[in-house]
């Protein structure tokens, strides 16, 4: 495994996690559409391309 693909893994990681942290603390409400769905797409997508 390069680094790249090692950077781009947990980076994805982080940002799910985040995004994650912040839906079951109560900050955000992920139920409903908003640009936080990107932001999930990217990071699931920045660990997808990381793996593949």
């Known amino acids: ?3 790249e693909r090692l950077v781009r893994i947990i980076a994805g990681f982080f940002i799910m996690l985040s995004l994650a942290l912040a839906h079951f603390s109560g900050s955000v409400d992920m139920s409903q559409i908003s640009w ?9 997508n920045l660990f997808q ?3 593949t």
């Open 49 to 51: 391309s990381g793996i």
């Open 36 to 44: 936080l769905w990107f932001t999930a797409f990217v990071g699931f």
């Open 1 to 3: 495994m390069t680094v």
